[in-house]
């Protein structure tokens, strides 16, 4: 399966400002990535699908200029967090699709305080 | 896409062979069947998957009836460090298609 990166592991920031993430597939060009949110205890959701060169797919109650996704290159999808708030701490995982499903990052622990 | 259901719990002691079953009764005909196990504070990890009848792997297997309406994850002696979280997932095994993960099994391996 593909082999994916992600940074950083955990991060804490002030209310109001931006946090970006980023998830690299580092061996496997990936047209397509998924950016999950986990709260505790509880399943991955789903937030949005980011398609390299285009636009991102986002779920229906994801908002989509809270949550910035840029998917430049075949290789690197990113996440921004933009005006974060106390609610947004949560647990955020992304995903490549390789050749035998699918790979997660490690995913990063954002708190915001 | 196909919905999945499975037990939200399940308990388990050391050397005992743990089997995780879920159910996916509108699972498509090109549709593959996933499980990931997680541990707290990391992402999901890739188990095994497989299309119809029986899988192995080093860790796990895999039953898929002739239905394909549900599979079961057999862990063979478990291990303390098996405790974590499984997911069923069913999708198309690949073309960019999203994955929806159910709520999980929890399983937890006593001593």
């Known amino acids: 399966g593909a082999v994916v990166s992600q940074h950083p592991s955990r991060v804490i920031c002030k209310s109001g400002t931006s946090v970006k993430i980023e998830c690299r597939s580092l061996?496997?060009?990936?047209?397509?990535m998924f950016w999950y949110r986990q709260f505790p205890k509880q399943s991955l959701m789903l937030m949005a699908t980011s398609n390299e060169g285009s636009k991102a797919t986002y779920e229906q109650g994801v908002e989509k200029d809270k949550f910035l996704i840029n998917h430049a290159s075949l290789t690197l999808s990113t996440l921004t967090v933009t005006s974060a708030h106390p609610e947004d701490s949560s647990f955020y995982i992304c995903?490549?699709?390789?050749?035998?499903?699918?790979?997660f990052g490690s995913g990063t622990r954002l708190t915001v305080v | 896409l196909a919905k999945t259901t499975q037990p939200i719990s399940m308990d388990s002691y050391e050397g005992q062979e743990v089997n995780i079953t879920c159910s996916h009764n509108?699972?498509?005909?090109?549709?593959?069947i996933t499980w990931y196990q997680q541990f707290p504070s990391q992402g999901p990890r890739f188990i095994i998957q497989?299309?119809?009848t029986k899988v192995t792997n080093e860790v796990a297997s895999l039953f898929i009836p002739a239905d394909r309406k549900s599979s079961t994850l057999s862990l063979p002696r478990v291990s303390l460090s098996d405790t974590a979280v499984y997911y069923c997932l069913v999708a198309l095994n690949t073309g960019g298609f999203k994955t929806i993960f159910g709520a999980g099994t929890r399983l937890f391996v006593k001593a």
């Open positions: 509108n699972i498509a005909t090109n549709d593959y």
């Open positions: 995903s490549v699709e390789g050749s035998y499903g699918y790979t």
């Open positions: 061996d496997f060009q990936a047209t397509t």
């Open positions: 497989g299309y119809k």
